[in-house]
């Protein structure tokens, strides 16, 4: 099965809205990471977040490593926010990512 | 600095015919990805080098894909008889020296379609 579930698959906001993207693993893992696709476009990493809560700027990545799941928040979103948001599951011995199928985020004007 | 240069930008094959992708890591950066991504879904670990050397590619469908990394720097990713499942965008990706995922950077990806 999924090892790396992310929820919701879709989501609309308008401009300046707030959205929180859940992401949840079955299984153990080392660390987790959240990255960003943009349409037609390369992945970025947003944040690399074994545990606890990271911000950068509008973005808040928070993860509690024992049960399983990572949350971004986007705050004030913005159309430039619109893509796809990717977690991913990091695991073994070399640090290998297994991803979610990423939530697609549109943010209209 | 340049980023990870990946070519062809789109492929369009005919079932049973061959394609190569090319990659170009940064400068300096020992490990090499390779992920296929189909569409509306994750990008799936292909294939990872560190160097010339393959560390895992088991999830690589050996019959008919194959990856080179000669030098231990740029990289090629070929199949020989492409199915319509094999449609989907091939991403390559790469990090430093001592460095895990938190240091990973992706090119833009080959866009292939099987038809």
């Known amino acids: 099965g999924q090892q790396v579930q992310q929820s919701p698959a879709s989501l609309v906001l308008q401009e300046g809205e707030n959205a929180e993207l859940q992401c949840n693993f079955s299984?153990?893992?080392?660390?987790m990471q959240w990255f960003y696709q943009r349409p037609g476009g390369s992945l970025v990493s947003l944040f690399y977040?074994?545990?606890g809560t990271k911000q950068s700027g509008r973005l808040t990545s928070t993860t509690v490593i024992k049960e399983r799941r990572s949350s971004l928040h986007i705050s004030s979103s913005q159309t430039t926010d619109s893509g796809t948001y990717l977690c991913a599951r990091i695991s073994g011995s070399f640090n290998k990512l297994t991803f979610g199928a990423g939530t697609r985020l549109a943010v209209c004007p | 600095e340049a980023g990870v240069t990946q070519s062809p930008r789109y492929a369009v094959l005919q079932e049973g015919q061959a394609v190569s992708f090319w990659c170009d890591p940064i400068?300096?950066?020992?490990?090499l990805y390779w992920y296929q991504q189909p569409r509306d879904q994750g990008p799936q670990l292909l294939v990872y080098f560190r160097d010339e050397a393959v560390i895992d590619n088991s999830q690589l469908p050996s019959d008919r894909f194959s990856a080179v990394r000669p030098k231990g720097t740029n990289s090629t990713l070929k199949i020989q008889s492409a199915k319509q499942g094999d449609t989907a965008t091939y991403l390559c990706?790469?990090?430093?020296?001592?460095?895990?995922?938190?240091?990973?950077?992706f090119g833009s990806g080959t866009r292939l379609t099987v038809l």
């Open positions: 977040n074994p545990s």
């Open positions: 990706a790469s990090s430093p020296p001592g460095q895990g995922t938190e240091t990973l950077y």
């Open positions: 299984t153990s893992l080392n660390s």
């Open positions: 400068s300096g950066h020992d490990t």
